[in-house]
């Protein structure tokens, strides 16, 4: 049984350029391309982020908010009189 990463996935890859350059596609189109999709990933990754800390704004906000009008925040887990 032959280690992941050996000479297989060399050939493999080698392979996978003869194509791509059969097709009269560059090296550094390859790269503009994986290029975008990992900006995308980013962007997508930050909405995702952003979202969430939209998120526990408004429950922050609405846990603190009690009888006393939002003045005095509640400490976690304690009650207090």
Not at 46 to 60: A, F
Not at 65 to 73: A, F, L, R, S, V
Request: charged share 65%.
């Amino acid at each position: 049984m032959r280690e992941r990463g050996g000479k297989n996935n060399e050939h493999d890859r080698e392979q996978e350029r003869k194509i791509e350059r059969e097709r009269g596609r560059s090296k550094y189109k390859r790269e503009r391309e994986r290029k975008t999709y990992k900006e995308r990933h980013i962007y997508k990754e930050r909405h995702i982020y952003r979202e969430r800390k939209r998120e526990k704004e408004t429950r922050c906000a609405e846990r603190t908010m009690g009888d006393k009008g939002g003045k005095e925040k509640r400490s976690k887990g304690k009650m207090r009189d």
